[in-house]
DNA sequence: TTAGTGATATCC
DNA sequence: GATATCACTAAA
């Protein structure tokens, strides 16, 4: 069954868990279609949350984070890797959810280059799209979660926050 | 361990 | 206009 509105529209902290163990697929131009089971998350939540690329303000990159439930928010990371990012929550609330890994794609970067996302997909939405969305398929998987990773700038409080979600095989 | 890479924000 | 920063990966 395919992911609605209604699936992204809650917290970010009950999203990213959510999202482990469903599957991400995307069809291709040439009409090949990709599914990759999720295996890892992280979750961004709002200005307060100095990880969250929005705890700088609202400026041109970050207002796709101030949008709707389901938009799909891609940005460049180092200059070379893609990053892609679902939207959660209320409209105005700057939150996300950051899709790190799939089955045989561990890295959030591995991923957009297996799926071929790049910034073309950035202010799309996963509800509607016809070239990438996410179902799921009725399994469920137990979850552990972490500290999330690469975000020491963020300060102690934050990096230690347990915002990483992993499905536990 | 380090090079590679470029958009963004912040400082002149 | 210039520079510093960055939610990473692959090669060594």
């Not at 609202?58 to 101030?66: A, Q, V």
Request: glycine share 8%.
């Amino acid at each position: 069954m395919r992911l609605g509105e209604d699936f992204f529209h809650r917290d970010c902290l009950e999203v990213a868990p959510d999202l482990v163990g469903k599957i991400i697929v995307r069809i291709l131009d040439t009409g090949e279609e990709i599914r990759l089971r999720i295996t890892e998350t992280e979750a961004y939540r709002g200005t307060e949350d100095k990880a969250c690329h929005a705890s700088k303000g609202r400026t041109p990159r970050t207002e796709i984070l101030y949008r709707e439930s389901g938009v799909i928010y891609v940005y460049l990371c180092y200059g070379i890797h893609w990053l892609i990012n679902v939207i959660t929550g209320e409209k105005e609330q700057p939150q996300g959810v950051l899709i790190r890994a799939c089955e045989g794609f561990e890295g959030p970067a591995r991923l957009t280059k297996k799926l071929q996302v790049d910034k073309s997909f950035n202010n799309e939405s996963f509800v509607g799209n016809r070239r990438i969305y996410i179902c799921d398929d009725g399994e469920k998987f137990k979850i552990k979660t972490d500290k999330r990773v690469g975000i020491d700038y963020a300060g102690e409080e934050w990096a230690a926050k347990p915002w990483r979600f992993i499905l536990d095989k």
